[in-house]
């Protein structure tokens, strides 16, 4: 069953752009109108985020977001088939070039703290931009399924990219040649358990936030990064990558993960259709 989804999957990927937008619209009217999947969990998180704005607003976000989510299914599922050429096209690097030169010159490599901002998943494409001696290494859930997941994580790793499930990072990170300038990419706006070590503040709550990011650039002594992605029309990404601390040993424990956290807020607060907001990032505030 999981390789005939896994045919399937790779059958719509061939689809043209403008197919897939147009089931999109499709998934969003059946969704949004009928289905209803997580509205609730939205519209309470937009309760909380921007208790400023009016319900009307509140809904326009919610409908903006609903319609970006049924996007990003079809991006992600064309992510199966899609050229480097198709990729740099629409997934646009703004600045890869300055974290290049630095980690070429510093020789240490990079972490990179991410957030669900749309489309993430795009993001399998950058090792296609990298020198030969820079890796670009990802931390991800493996799936329930493994044959499911070891074609999905086949199919992300096709252009280079190299996938660590996340219990095992810090260990894939260790192991690497010691001529290779790691590049670790960590989603970290989840929320963790409710007794997590380290909290902060985001849109105005207390809540837990993981500090794996900042941890790895500490152990392995390497430079700290934002990824700020804009969503500039349908289908096109602009990728910036900001540097935050060259060197961490200048920070305070937790205070890159403070500033990551608070920088996220602001990304989300220009764009916030454009953030996953189907999970419950709220649930353990204080």
């Given amino acids: 069953m999981a390789q005939l989804i896994f045919i399937l999957l790779k059958a719509l990927s061939h689809l043209p752009f403008m197919v897939l937008y147009a089931f999109a619209d499709f998934l969003f009217v059946v969704n949004y109108y009928l289905i209803g999947y997580r509205k609730k969990v939205v519209m309470d998180n937009l309760r909380i985020a921007f208790p400023e704005k009016s319900a009307k607003e509140r809904e326009a976000i919610s409908r903006a977001f609903f319609r970006n989510f049924s996007d990003f299914i079809v991006e992600s599922i064309k992510t199966f088939s899609m050229s480097p050429k198709s990729f740099k096209k629409r997934y646009r690097f703004v600045n890869l070039d300055e974290l290049i030169a630095f980690i070429t ?60 499930s996340a219990k095992d990072f810090i260990k894939t990170i260790q192991n690497t040649d010691k001529d290779e300038l790691s590049i670790s990419g960590l989603i970290s706006d989840q929320s963790p358990k409710a007794n997590y070590k380290f909290r902060t503040t985001f849109f105005g709550k207390e809540v837990p936030a993981y500090t794996g990011a900042e941890n790895i650039a500490r152990r392995f002594h390497q430079s700290y990064w934002f990824l700020n992605v804009t969503k500039t029309k349908r289908g096109y990404y602009d990728v910036k990558f900001e540097l935050m601390a060259a060197d961490v040993s200048g920070y305070q424990e937790g205070e890159l993960t403070r500033l990551s956290i608070a920088k996220t807020e602001e990304l989300i607060r220009k764009q916030p259709e454009n953030y996953l907001w189907t999970h419950r990032r709220w649930k353990h505030a204080q």
């Fill in 105 to 164: 010159k510093d020789k240490r490599g990079a972490v990179i703290f991410a957030s669900h901002q749309f489309n993430w998943e795009w993001m399998i494409n950058v090792s296609s931009h990298l020198p030969q001696q820079a890796k670009a290494y990802i931390s991800y859930t493996p799936l329930s399924n493994k044959t499911l997941n070891r074609l999905i994580k086949k199919n992300r790793e096709r252009f280079g990219l190299r996938l660590a």
